[in-house]
């Protein structure tokens, strides 16, 4: 007999955000480590002290607005450096932001989240894409890469339990402890022991697509977290990140390794053209995602916020915006598990190259910066280098259009 239907999981809903900057705010290691900001209009600027008062950032004496800001970097470890992301358990919210820590419990609502740091958070399940339980045993771009996901889910599931074993069971996710997880497929419902299991990717249909504000912040936490605030609060006490979706995660004063911004001043780059060099067939197509890929780690120093990830051999075409004076982006390479990648960049604008960079290897995040002012377009090429190959792994990280202003 088919056991009657239960009703669809209800969700906590999030409070709604005003987009704004506050605070008094300090990072680093400790409160006196180096920080290096860089700025619209090129220049760097570098200190110890780095404040955040209403929408100014202040650098020890010195203080800009944030729409003049394009990022600040805070030196110190990342815990995802130091030993593979696939080993560590994290929640994957559905803009892409990465919470590392275990997972606790779901009750029907909301997703339990114990930080390395100690802290709890409570998620509101349908703002949670993925979880991936610690322990390894399973390759994580399954979650983060929708062609992959499409491919695995059953017709009909809601929810995915993803085995460490290899495959998966679909049904609707009931709950979890640290025990059991309880799903209810077609057979009925069924308990797993949680320690056969990788992760639970939630159904899509089941999530709030995220908001983005018009200004925001992208944080590197020194845990390897990376997420967007639309409000942040913090000081040498420690404080609060807000993100678009209203849920508050608490930061402590010396967990931000990296702040990039986004204002009416430096503007994300826009949906780019595709175009694929002559290749293996059934390339697959640039995926966007703010934590760029989910297999390993980008870069010793990676910002992870909204990029491109593509493999070597693809160029993206960006329309440029009439007033824009210059082209930000980051760029950083991987490849398989204990492999060493190398590839070539180009850079051009209008068809006329303005950047090459030959033998770029694995492990270091590369800022480039281009002059734009009265383009239409600017194209940014991935080939294969001397120990590179058509299935290493490129990104481009957080391209922005920096518009052109008045002021000095």
């Known amino acids: 007999m088919t056991p009657p239907p239960l009703p669809r999981r209800t969700f906590l809903s999030a409070a709604a955000t005003a987009c704004g900057f506050a605070g008094t705010m300090a990072v680093g290691a400790t409160f006196y480590d180096p920080v290096t900001i860089r700025l619209a209009n090129g220049a760097q600027a570098a200190g110890s002290r780095l404040r955040v008062e209403g929408a100014t950032l202040r650098l020890d004496d010195r203080s800009w607005p944030w729409g003049e800001v394009l990022d600040a970097t805070v030196a110190g470890p990342v815990a995802a450096d130091l030993e593979p992301d696939g080993e560590r358990g994290w929640v994957e919210l559905t803009g892409g932001d990465r919470l590392f820590g275990t997972a606790t419990a779901f009750d029907g609502d909301a997703i339990g989240l114990e930080r390395p740091d100690g802290t709890a958070l409570s998620l509101p399940a349908d703002r949670v894409r993925g979880v991936r ?70 159904s899509p249909d089941l999530q709030t697509p995220p908001k983005t504000p018009d200004s925001f912040l992208t944080l590197l936490l020194a845990d390897g977290s990376h997420l967007t605030a639309a409000a942040l609060t913090l000081d040498e006490t420690g404080g609060t990140a807000v993100t678009p979706a209203g849920i508050e995660v608490p930061i402590a004063a010396d967990a931000v390794r990296r702040i990039s911004v986004v204002s009416p001043r430096v503007r994300e780059a826009g949906e780019p053209a595709a175009t694929f060099a002559p290749g293996p067939a059934g390339s697959p197509p640039p995926v966007r995602d703010r934590t760029v890929t989910g297999r390993r780690a980008v870069a010793a120093d990676r910002p992870r916020p909204r990029g491109w990830g593509v493999w070597s051999g693809t160029t993206l075409t960006f329309p440029v915006p009439p007033d824009a004076a210059a082209f930000d982006v980051g760029f950083a390479l991987t490849a398989a598990a204990g492999e060493l990648a190398e590839c070539d960049v180009q850079i051009a604008v209008d068809g006329t190259t303005r950047q090459e960079r030959s033998g770029l290897r694995t492990g270091k995040l590369v800022p480039l910066r281009i002059d734009v002012t009265n383009a239409e377009r600017v194209a940014l090429t991935i080939a294969p280098g001397a120990l590179g190959g058509v299935q290493d792994e490129a990104f481009w990280i957080a391209p922005r259009f920096v518009i052109q202003s008045d002021e000095p």
Request: charged share 25%; hydrophobic share 40%.
């Open 133 to 202: 339980f610690p322990g390894g045993g399973f390759e994580t771009g399954a979650l983060t890469k929708p062609h992959r996901l499409t491919l695995l889910r059953d017709r009909g599931a809601d929810d995915l339990a993803l085995l460490r074993a290899g495959g998966r069971t679909g049904g609707e996710l009931l709950g979890f402890d640290t025990a059991t997880v309880r799903l209810r497929t077609a057979a009925g419902e069924l308990t797993l022991p949680r320690a056969e299991l990788a992760g639970l990717s939630l």
